[in-house]
């Protein structure tokens, strides 16, 4: 049997007060970024096309962006899609040249909670 609550008081359930507080206390769903894609290692032919694709999931919605020995990929040979309102990339490498495409190719998942980092390898045959 439940305890009766003292004259002129009310008892509230605990569960469905607890969850009332986890709603007003701040649990606005803000989230670090999450990747839901990562890049592949990939062999391409010189003068052919490669393509990474990375995408992360967070609250606020993360940008990405690609980084190539550390520094912003830029480049006419370089090709940026961005999808999911930019929480979704895909980089595109055409032609692809045997020396100077060679590296690691790093995705980075950016909001005002965090950031993440994630690479793949791309080698060029001749």
Known sequence: MAPEPAPGRTMVPLVPALVMLGLVAGAHGDSKPVFIKVPEDQTGLSGGV???????TGEPKPRITWM???KKVSSQRFEVIEFDD???????IQPLRVQRDEAIYECTATNSLGEINTSAKLSVLE
């Not at 490669?50 to 992360?56: G, P, R, T």
């Open 50 to 56: 490669a393509s990474f694709v990375c995408q992360a």
């Open 68 to 70: 190539k020995k550390g």
């Open 86 to 92: 930019g929480a979704g990339s895909v980089l595109r």
